[in-house]
């Protein structure tokens, strides 16, 4: 973080300094809303959620090194008090990227991808230069200006990760963190429900390349026409990537080994060059893509670009995390979330690792797909009757929709029960698939397959 006396904080959160603060203390950072995380020289910030209040912990946090606590009522500690802690906490990441004119931002969204791609491009960008991503998936309100707040002097890109929650999220995000540089993946099925139709869930990704200036560069999916549509709304100039021949980033000649990981010709406008990607999954491609477009756009080599995808290995847990226990079962760990699209690519997976194997997959009933819901959830039912399993187990609540598109599967009520039927029925060179929304768990159900290590 840029180092900010009590004072300037103060100022730029509209705040006022009570609790003996010391005006002239100088924040160095980290700026953290866990008093667990608090270091020497820390702003802590005083949160209050649903099962925890930030500031019953701001003694605590100071008396561990914290220089202050930026909270929204008196506290028995020096503070910052706004009336708004989150909005605080945004105005305090603009003005710190406004303190570093020479780092560029890029920022990434879409329905499925964002974090596995945040990680690519922020290995690709770190070649460059210091780099500041988020950690796993902060991308909201909270999450997105605590990384802002990572970034110093020295850093040159600022990879971030955008979601929504609705219409205006992203816009949001983009003011506190302007992109110069900005990455649409997909326009997909997930939170359907909260948005209302692909078609509001598409302006609400728009906002990135809305946000950006004119001499900016939007990096757009060419093989999603909703994404491609996009070009219409941006004054920056528009890149495009995907395996269509009207990519001028793209895939050819792609093919999967026996694990699922795809090899490619990566061509740009000014070269090829071969990548074997580590990564699991054919819809690694795209993700892999749209880093490749925006890290040519940061000026990296074609062929650097193909060795650092190739080197990848997953960053952020619980994305196609595939495991082979020491009997010669493989547990693969996709329990991160789940949508109808991300479901129909984690079966693909499936069916090219567990070729020629006895197949198993835990899943949950989907959420957040409004009136669609039923129907959305009796088709995932129909997808993984279809896919050739020796035994399909449904975990949780809601599950009448996905049992009655797979009437043969096994319905149990938590993960727990889920893995210990598992565990009785798989043999050595079996392969698990476990899938499902945040909310159900299901990382549990690996965890247990593979004795306690989940990653």
């Known amino acids: ?15 006022a300094l009570t609790g003996m603060a010391d005006a002239r203390a100088v924040v160095r950072g980290p700026v953290v809303i866990d008093s667990r995380a608090v270091e020497p020289g820390s702003l802590f910030v005083a949160i209050k959620g649903e099962r925890a209040d930030g500031h019953d912990f701001a003694a605590r946090a100071c008396a561990d090194g914290a220089v202050a606590v930026l909270a929204s009522r008196p506290v028995e500690a020096p503070a910052v008090i706004v009336g708004d802690v989150v909005a605080a ?30 990680d690519l491009l922020a290995r690709l960008a770190a070649r460059m230069g210091p780099t500041v991503a988020p950690v796993g998936s902060y991308n909201n309100e909270i999450g997105h200006p605590l990384t802002v707040l990572r970034a110093d002097e020295a850093t040159r890109f600022l990879v971030l990760e955008l979601s929504a929650r609705n219409v205006g999220h992203i816009a949001e995000l983009a ?13 997909g099925t997930a939170h359907l429900g909260v948005f209302g139709g692909k078609e509001a869930i598409a302006r609400a990704k ?17 093989d999603d026409p909703l994404v491609a549509a996009m070009a219409g ?32 010709t990566l061509r740009t406008p000014s070269g090829a060059a071969a990548v ?13 893509l749209a880093a490749a477009a925006a890290a040519y756009e940061l000026g990296l080599p074609v062929g650097t670009i193909a060795e650092e995808l190739s ?3 997953p960053r952020s847990r619980w994305r196609m995390e595939v495991t082979d226990r020491p009997d010669g079962v493989t547990v693969v760990n996709d329990a991160y979330n789940a949508n109808p699209d991300s479901m129909r690519a984690a079966f693909d997976s499936l069916a090219v690792l567990g070729e020629g194997r006895r197949r198993f997959a835990v899943i949950a009933a989907l959420r957040e797909l409004g009136e669609e819901s039923a129907a959305l959830n009796e088709d995932l039912g129909r997808l993984a009757a279809g896919a050739g399993l020796e035994g399909l187990i449904v975990v949780g609540e809601d599950a009448g929709p ?24 798989l043999r050595p060179g079996d392969v698990v698939l476990v899938k499902g929304p945040r909310a159900a768990g299901l990382e549990r159900v690996a965890e247990a397959l593979l004795g306690g290590d989940a990653r």
């Open 276 to 288: 074997r990607l580590r990564l699991h999954g054919a819809h690694a491609v795209e993700n892999a």
């Open 311 to 313: 080197e990848a290995e």
């Open 206 to 222: 728009g906002e990135l390349v809305e946000a950006l200036p004119e001499d900016g560069v939007a990096v757009l999916n060419a």
């Open 175 to 187: 003011r506190i963190a302007p992109p110069r540089i900005g990455v649409v993946l997909n326009v």
């Open 402 to 425: 996905v049992l009655a598109g797979a009437p043969g599967a096994l319905h149990v009520p938590d993960a727990a029960a889920a893995a210990a039927e598992l565990s009785a029925r």
């Open 233 to 264: 709304r941006t004054r920056a100039r528009v890149t495009f990537f995907g395996r269509s021949a009207d990519a001028s980033v793209r895939a050819e000649d792609v093919t999967l080994d026996a694990r699922g990981r795809a090899s490619f």
């Open 1 to 15: 973080m840029i180092p900010l006396p009590l004072a300037r904080v103060a100022e730029i959160a509209s705040g």
């Open 89 to 118: 906490l945004g105005a305090l990441a603009n003005a710190v990227v406004a303190e570093i004119p020479a780092a560029t931002v890029v920022g990434v969204t879409g329905s499925a991808g964002k974090t596995t791609t945040k």
